[in-house]
Nanobody, 127 residues
Framework: QVQLVESGGGLVQAGGSLRISCAASGRTFSRYNMGWFRQAPGKEREFVAAISWSGGDTMFADDSVKGRFTISRDNAKNTMYLQMNSLKPEDTAVYYC???????????????????WGQGTQVTVSS
């Protein structure tokens, strides 16, 4: 199994930046594709970004996120990151990291396609 722990969330003003992290332990981190999801109150969990096991391939939910967020990973540190810039109040949510074993297929965007989840970290953007 893989254990995932998010950190770095907090309160930030609109237009500000925040970097959240996801630390992994257990099985070999580099064998897993990773993703970030978020869930706002009263809404379903939604895909934000994903990164391949090597870090060479990334995917974002849509153009608005792609232009503001950067996903990265450091396999030597067993850690994945989400750098969020130009934050908006609508980015307020609990952010979750997730992992699924790399099996030669592409990045995944649906929550049910991921096998392991962290407990989440709250990101609040004030207007």
């Amino acid at each position: 199994q893989v254990q995932l722990v998010e950190s770095g969330g907090g309160l930030v003003q609109a237009g500000g930046s925040l970097r959240i992290s996801c630390a992994a332990s257990g099985r070999t981190f580099s064998r897993y594709n990773m993703g970030w999801f978020r869930q706002a109150p009263g809404k379903e969990r939604e895909f934000v970004a994903a990164i391949s096991w090597s870090g060479g391939d990334t995917m974002f939910a849509d153009d608005s996120v792609k232009g503001r967020f950067t996903i990265s990973r450091d396999n030597a540190k067993n850690t994945m990151y989400l750098q969020m810039n130009s934050l908006k109040p609508e980015d307020t949510a609990v952010y979750y990291c997730a992992a699924h074993p790399w099996n030669g297929q592409g990045l995944r965007v649906m929550p049910h396609e991921y096998d392991y989840w962290g407990q989440g970290t709250q990101v609040t953007v004030s207007s």
